[in-house]
């Protein structure tokens, strides 16, 4: 929970392709900041509403660990850390709150183009470059697939050429990199985009701002001409 805290703190990516997008957000909610020197913090000036700025995959531990009261985060980057989190014994501790309808992007299974693609499996016994070792994994038990699960923090596309894998899991949203990479996506994992997640108890952070409780009409007449 955020203790004495009596101002609501948002953790959004620093700089990447959420960081524009989720400021422009919170800035047509009418908040305005001002920045630390560092560019880490920003302090909000029309309301008690600050900024942490950091890298997206931070966002969800900071929630976690109630640093944070809510934060801007791809779909991805939040289920990944769910599926980790459980495998490891843990209990949930961050969700997803509403979508935001930005960074739409799908996670999805890429094949060299040379490949005749008839069904998933085809990747029983091969080799899967991806950054997302627990969506995968979890999908791949889900199928009854055994297959190899090769962790890479980046460049994924570029695995199966190296040698390093014969397909990969990776988010796609033109499709122009794994073109690029003589790879066609064929199955898709998770359709993403960025998110607002918070606690997922909403009583251990930001107050107030539980998404459980439906807001009701003012008037209940209001929708009688429907
Ligand atoms: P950081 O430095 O914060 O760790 P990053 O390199 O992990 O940055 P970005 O590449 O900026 O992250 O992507 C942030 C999010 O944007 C992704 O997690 C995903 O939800 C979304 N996204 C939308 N389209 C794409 C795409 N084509 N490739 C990658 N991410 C995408
Ligand atoms: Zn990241």
Redesign the pocket.
């Known amino acids: 929970g955020n203790g004495a805290r009596d101002r609501l703190r948002i953790a959004i990516?620093?700089?990447?392709?959420?960081?524009e997008p989720a400021r422009a957000l919170l800035t047509a909610c009418g908040l305005s900041w001002r920045e630390s020197r560092d560019r880490l913090f920003c302090y909000g000036e029309s309301l008690p509403v600050d900024l942490l700025l950091?890298?997206?995959?931070d966002i969800p531990g900071l929630i976690r660990d109630g640093v944070c009261d809510l934060g801007v985060?791809?779909?991805?980057?939040l289920l990944e850390q769910d599926i980790a989190l459980k495998a490891g014994g843990g209990s949930e501790a961050f969700r997803e709150w509403r979508p935001l309808g930005f960074?739409?992007?799908r996670l999805a299974i890429a094949v060299p183009e040379t490949w005749a693609w008839q069904s998933q499996a085809q990747l029983a016994g091969t080799r899967l470059a991806t950054s997302y070792p627990a969506i995968l994994r979890q999908w791949l038990d889900g199928q009854g697939i055994a297959a190899e699960v090769v962790e890479l923090s980046?460049s994924v596309e570029i695995a199966p050429r190296l040698g390093q894998a014969d397909a990969i899991c990776d988010?796609?949203?033109?499709g122009a990199?794994l073109a690029a990479n003589q790879l066609k996506p064929v199955m898709t994992l998770l359709e993403?985009?960025?998110v607002l997640a918070g606690p997922s108890s909403a009583t251990s952070g930001a107050s107030g701002l539980d998404q459980a409780t439906p807001r009701q009409p003012a008037f209940d007449g209001i929708w009688d001409d429907a």
Do not use: P
């Not at 988010?171 to 033109?174: D, Q």
């Open positions: 990516q620093k700089s990447g392709r959420l960081a950091v890298r997206d995959d985060v791809g779909r991805n980057v960074g739409g992007c980046g988010l796609v949203s033109s990199t993403s985009e960025a």
